[in-house]
């Protein structure tokens, strides 16, 4: 291992700490609210009424409610679509919370992000296993030859919903990455199904022979771009306890069938403190 590489991921790793520890991050989440379970527009401990219209959803509120669009009181409606980028930059805010708007398969949903949250106050950071070059190995990326397909998965709030996949992540864990273990798998040829990103980096939702025991019960794993030739890297030393590991309001997928390895992944962020 070299001094750089851990280095690296040392830096990483605090990046991430920060980053769901931060006043908007995923430990913020106090709930997700979907319009469809509250037909009379009113959301738990929300002010305003919401309704879903078509592409988008309208809040109704008075000056009362103490709800903000765009940095101005609500007095009336406002038409919002789905917010895209982080929370802190929603559209609605009531005080120091904000208000995300989302949709998922034609269902939208109201993320009440809260800095005062319980679970941001008692976080005390993520365990995660310190690098290990071992765990970072060749992958080869086959695409679909079909293209992209979509398979039904649980997601964790109980309900399925589809998660799109646009190929196979192929790679191999070398004999020394678990050597005290004598890992069957070790040496052999594994196989993800993996999603490709818009910026065309992979991301698989996984679990593996730890999960549920020294491990979250699933984890997330966003290897690079590919190259022209398939080729990018492995790294489990960055595998990723998923949202829903921080705050029960999010929605996380299960990983789809095939993605249960039935090797040990001891590497990488393996629960929260």
């Known amino acids: 291992m070299t001094t750089n590489a851990f280095d690296e991921w040392k830096r990483w790793h605090d990046r991430r700490v920060a980053t769901v520890s931060a006043p908007y991050g995923p430990l913020a989440l106090a709930g997700t609210h979907w319009l469809e379970d509250h037909p009379d527009g009113r959301l738990p401990d929300v002010p305003g009424r919401w309704a879903a219209d078509g592409d988008a959803v309208v809040l109704t509120a008075a000056r009362a409610d103490g709800l903000t669009v765009d940095g101005r009181p609500l007095d009336g409606r406002a038409r919002l679509t789905a917010d895209r980028g982080p929370a802190d930059g929603a559209r609605v805010a009531c005080g120091e919370r904000r208000l995300v708007v989302l949709v998922r398969e034609g269902v939208w949903g109201v993320r009440d992000f809260d800095p005062a949250a319980e679970a941001r106050r008692v976080f005390r950071g993520i365990e995660a296993t310190p690098y290990d070059p071992r765990w970072s190995v060749p992958g080869r990326f086959t695409p679909y030859g079909a293209g992209r397909r ?124």
Do not use: K, M
């Not at 799109?164 to 798998?185: I, K, V």
């Open 150 to 273: 979509s398979v039904r998965v649980p997601n964790a709030d109980g309900r399925e919903r589809g998660l799109g996949l646009g190929g196979e992540l192929a790679f191999t864990l070398p004999l020394s990455a678990s050597p005290d273990r004598g890992d069957a798998r070790a040496g052999r040829e594994l196989t993800l199904q993996v999603t490709v990103e818009e910026d065309g980096s992979l991301w698989a939702v996984f679990a593996d022979s730890t999960s549920g025991s020294s491990s979250y019960r699933f984890r997330f794993l966003r290897p690079p771009a590919p190259d022209a030739e398939g080729r990018t890297t492995v790294d489990f030393n960055r595998a990723l306890l998923p949202p829903c590991a921080f705050a029960d309001h999010f929605i996380c997928p299960f990983p789809p069938p095939g993605n249960t390895l039935d090797a040990g992944i001891e590497a990488g962020e393996r629960q929260l403190l």
